[in-house]
């Protein structure tokens, strides 16, 4: 064996003696997480983040990196609604979207804020 052939040799076997040893890091590596304190208002709303359902007020954790948010529209009783207005992110508005994405780069406070959109028109029920 040519002794440029060696090294050619000792150099992949180093390679791949270094890549041993890294891949385990790598996969261990961990994704940021951070708190987010999921709010809406009025208070207790049904949301979905990245496909799941979660009632607020609640404290979730969420990796670093864009999500998925949906505000439903929501009547909480019989005779009143309301219309989806405004993500607020960390105080500032976020978007006006009631689906949107958002990025998480640290803990972070969001809230889904609705406007009263009005009354259904009320019923009387004779018997």
Same mark, same amino acid.
């Given at each position: 064996?040519?002794? @440029?052939?060696?090294?050619?040799? $000792?150099?992949?076997?180093?390679?791949?003696?270094?890549?041993? +040893? +890294? !891949?385990?890091? !790598? $996969?261990? $590596? /961990?994704?940021?997480?951070?708190?987010?304190?999921?709010?809406? &208002?009025?208070?207790?709303? &049904?949301? /979905?983040?990245?496909?799941?359902?979660? =009632?607020?007020?609640?404290? #979730?954790? +969420?990796?670093?990196?864009?999500?998925?948010? !949906?505000?439903?529209?929501?009547? %909480? =009783?019989?005779?009143?609604?309301? @219309?989806?207005?405004?993500? #607020?992110?960390?105080?500032?508005?976020?978007?006006?979207?009631? @689906?949107?994405? +958002? @990025?998480?780069?640290?803990?972070?406070? !969001?809230? $889904? %804020?609705? #406007?009263?959109?009005? /009354?259904?028109?009320?019923?009387?029920?004779?018997?």
């Amino acid at each position: 064996m040519k002794l @440029e052939d060696k090294v050619v040799l $000792a150099g992949a076997l180093g390679t791949v003696a270094g890549l041993a +040893l +890294l !891949i385990p890091r !790598i $996969a261990k $590596a /961990k994704i940021a997480e951070y708190s987010v304190v999921l709010l809406a &208002e009025p208070e207790q709303v &049904e949301l /979905k983040v990245d496909e799941n359902k979660l =009632n607020t007020p609640k404290l #979730i954790e +969420l990796s670093e990196g864009k999500h998925h948010f !949906i505000a439903p529209k929501i009547s %909480l =009783n019989l005779l009143t609604k309301y @219309e989806f207005y405004a993500w #607020i992110v960390n105080g500032k508005v976020a978007s006006y979207k009631p @689906e949107t994405d +958002l @990025e998480i780069s640290g803990d972070t406070a !969001i809230k $889904a %804020l609705y #406007i009263f959109a009005g /009354k259904y028109p009320e019923f009387i029920v004779l018997i």
